[in-house]
């Protein structure tokens, strides 16, 4: 007889199934009376288990507990202000490149390669940031869900 007894997961798993998918786990369980034991009383409460009614109550639990949550603040909308700042930004822009259109085309055909070539890094810069902090707010969100 082996001195090493099996895991009590591995007990359980078998007194839950009847067996194991490794033979040397039925072979100790048979051989090991300690283990066999356990596994015979894991057995019995396993069943125990199913043989208990389904409990039933006579209040409603969302009525007990709803009152007692404190209320929710109102959040402010953030989305509003944000939309007329850029609304405002861009109306302001393309005005002014509407009214100093004539001098803007002069200055802007020889000096587009050059734009391209400092904007499109910065962009690309930008966008890999928005990116990684989009993951990280999202993977933080999903870590509180799991406590909650």
């Given amino acids: ?24 786990v039925v072979a100790h369980i048979h051989e090991c009376e300690t283990c066999r034991a356990m596994a015979e ?10 043989e208990m009614p389904v409990a039933t109550f006579d209040f409603e639990v969302k009525e007990l507990v709803l ?5 929710r603040a109102k ?14 930004s861009l109306l302001a822009l393309g005005g002014a490149g509407w009214y100093f259109r004539e001098y803007l085309s002069g200055i802007a055909d020889p000096s587009v ?11 690309l810069t ?13 993977r933080q969100k999903m870590t509180r869900l ?3």
Avoid: K, W
Wanted: glycine share 4%; hydrophobic share 50%; aromatic share 10%.
């Fill in 1 to 24: 007889m082996r001195s090493v007894h099996l895991t009590e997961e591995i007990i359980q798993a078998y007194a839950l199934n009847g067996t194991h998918e490794d033979p040397l």
């Fill in 41 to 50: 009383s894991y057995a019995r409460m396993f069943s125990a288990l199913e």
């Fill in 67 to 71: 009152p007692q949550l404190p209320a």
């Fill in 75 to 88: 959040a402010r909308p953030v989305l509003v202000p944000v939309l007329v700042v850029i609304a405002g």
């Fill in 113 to 123: 390669p050059y734009l391209l070539y400092c904007l499109g890094p910065a962009a």
């Fill in 126 to 138: 930008l966008l890999v940031v928005l990116a990684a902090d989009l993951f990280s707010s999202h």
């Fill in 146 to 148: 799991e406590y909650y």
